[in-house]
């Protein structure tokens, strides 16, 4: 078990340019989610698949935001024409679907910086 | 819609003395309730969870939290604070059936020496 990985761990952009992030969840698990954090905050949802589907999106997750998990396996975020609002760090957490609530599993997040 | 409050966003005690984090929720019928903390430039580590098998469930490194339905509280202790413990720590819900967890703002632990 090698947890959750993401890539890059910082990024630093120009305002107007696009971004794209990786993350790769523990191997078997079939759920995927993607989190927004800021600066004194807490966590909030952007984003959920269930293997290759998209099942739900937050309405934080403005038309800017797309996301993919095309296998099932890893999963990319896109943010286009970034601005200064989206400076925060971005965490995947990873699950496996169990009858009972299961555990989240996160990933060291990326920390995006625009400027 | 589900809420999470924690009092305090930063709590300072003494190492060896009693950690106590408040957590409240807003919700008509009992959640999944969580706790997770996070360490400088890492990512969010799960303490416990509560899934309604027992009211007092205990985590990793000494914590517990009860499960109070009358109060919607869900408060982290530790009996003895340890260097170790200084992190932000993070109560959260998720109600059942969804997938999505809804996090507090957070606090911030401080151990003094």
């Known amino acids: 078990d090698t947890g959750v990985s993401q890539n890059p761990r910082h990024k630093i952009t120009k305002r107007g340019q696009n971004v794209t992030f990786r993350c790769d969840p523990i191997?078997?698990?079939?759920?995927l989610y993607w989190y927004r954090q800021t600066l004194g905050q807490g966590p909030e949802f952007l984003t959920y698949?269930?293997?290759?589907?998209?099942?739900?999106k937050s309405r934080l997750l403005s038309d800017r935001f797309s996301a993919e998990r095309p296998k099932g396996s890893f999963s990319t975020l896109e943010i286009q024409r970034t601005e200064q609002g989206d400076s925060a760090m971005y965490l995947c957490?990873?699950?496996?679907?169990?009858?009972?609530?299961?555990?989240?599993?996160f990933g060291p997040g990326t920390r995006l910086l625009v400027l | 819609a589900q809420s999470v409050t924690q009092l305090g966003s930063h709590v300072s005690v003494s190492e060896g003395a009693l950690v106590l984090l408040r957590c409240n929720y807003s919700?008509?019928?009992?959640?999944?309730l969580f706790w997770y903390v996070q360490y400088p430039n890492q990512g969010l580590q799960l303490l416990l969870k509560?899934?309604?098998?027992?009211?007092l469930v205990k985590g990793i490194n000494d914590f517990e939290a009860e499960f109070k339905k009358s109060e919607t509280s869900f408060h982290l202790t530790k009996p003895s604070a340890h260097m170790s413990d200084a992190a932000e720590y993070f109560c959260?819900?998720?109600?059942?059936?969804?997938?999505?967890?809804?996090f507090g703002s957070g606090t911030r632990l401080l151990v003094r020496p």
């Open positions: 959260a819900v998720s109600e059942y059936g969804s997938y999505k967890l809804i």
């Open positions: 698949f269930q293997n290759e589907a998209q099942l739900e």
């Open positions: 919700s008509s019928v009992p959640p999944y």
């Open positions: 191997s078997e698990h079939n759920r």
């Open positions: 509560y899934t309604s098998a027992a009211t």
């Open positions: 957490a990873s699950s496996l679907e169990r009858q009972l609530q299961e555990t989240q599993y």
